[in-house]
């Protein structure tokens, strides 16, 4: 006669997803013994524990629970005693252990570790496309922006990017050059999520400057030269006022202050 496989009803509040994987990851232990795991997830009141608690009887299984409603949690350990019900309280020892050393009370509110997953995952598509949309390498990216970064070389423009991708935005970079025709696409959307960054000429003389020497090239080079360098500012200085965006002057500014700038003008519309 062929001896079922024991089962293990992993309860949660959420969606159970953090029960299960450290039940199966005590399982593979006992390998080649198989076991079922069984998720119930989502559990609201005590009538859901109750009909989670008939068909663990009748299938003889026992309950791994990732409870953080305290009146649920004890509910249920007080349902799984009196119907001799083994069962593993896999959060609550810890919780409890946390607010005593933390003097902290825990927050008891379920699905939070999905949020910080959701927030993760926000923010690596927000990395991804600052880079596929930086300096100007795909002009669609203008259209899918929560901001528009604009202006000459060597103004903040790719780690204000990334910067703002940590923080969950989507940021596309547009360089603007006197040779170059800007991007329909700047015209097109809405000047309130383009941003136009300013700079000192002579702050920028500085800052070519050294970037040409990290590069080993001559730092006399055009792309350092005052005369090129006023001409660049005064060109971006016509675009960002033809397309009537705000412009933040990024002289004085770590990327940090100016990110703080843009992420308060972007809530507050």
């Known amino acids: ?22 039940v199966r990851a005590a399982a593979v232990q006992f390998y080649p013994q198989q076991v079922e795991i069984r998720r119930i997830p989502f559990l609201q009141d005590n009538s859901d524990i109750d009909r989670m608690i008939r068909t663990v009887l009748e299938r003889s299984g026992i309950i791994v629970f990732t ?11 007080e349902q799984a005693i009196r119907y001799r019900i083994h069962y593993i309280d896999l959060l609550g020892p810890i919780i409890e252990k946390l607010e005593a050393s933390l003097h902290q009370e825990a927050r008891h509110q379920p699905g939070m570790i999905h949020k910080l997953d959701e927030d993760y995952f926000k923010k690596v ?11 100007g390498r795909d002009f669609n ?15 903040s423009k790719t780690p204000l990017s990334m910067y703002l991708a940590h923080k969950m935005f989507k940021v596309a970079n547009v360089p603007l050059v006197p040779e170059i025709t800007p991007p329909d696409q700047l015209f097109t959307v809405s000047s309130k ?25 001559p730092g006399n ?8 360098i006023d001409k660049e500012l005064e ?8 397309i009537g965006c705000t412009v ?13 700038i843009i992420i308060d003008m972007y809530r507050s519309r």
């Open 125 to 135: 598509e927000a990395v991804e496309f600052a880079v596929k949309y930086d300096d």
């Open 1 to 22: 006669m062929q001896q079922t496989k024991p089962v293990i009803f992993v309860a949660s509040d959420s969606a159970g997803e953090t029960g299960e994987a450290v």
């Open 141 to 155: 990216g203008i259209l899918q922006a929560d901001i528009v970064l604009v202006g000459v070389s060597r103004t």
């Open 67 to 77: 409870l953080v409603i305290p009146d649920l949690r004890d509910y249920l350990i």
């Open 235 to 242: 060109y971006a200085d016509s675009i960002m006022k033809r």
């Open 221 to 228: 080079a055009s792309y350092a030269n005052v005369e090129r």
């Open 248 to 260: 933040i002057d990024v002289s004085n500014k770590a990327v940090e202050e100016t990110a703080s």
């Open 193 to 217: 999520k383009i941003v136009g960054l300013r700079i000192d000429p002579m702050k920028l003389n500085v800052i070519r400057t050294e970037r040409l020497k990290t590069l080993g090239l």
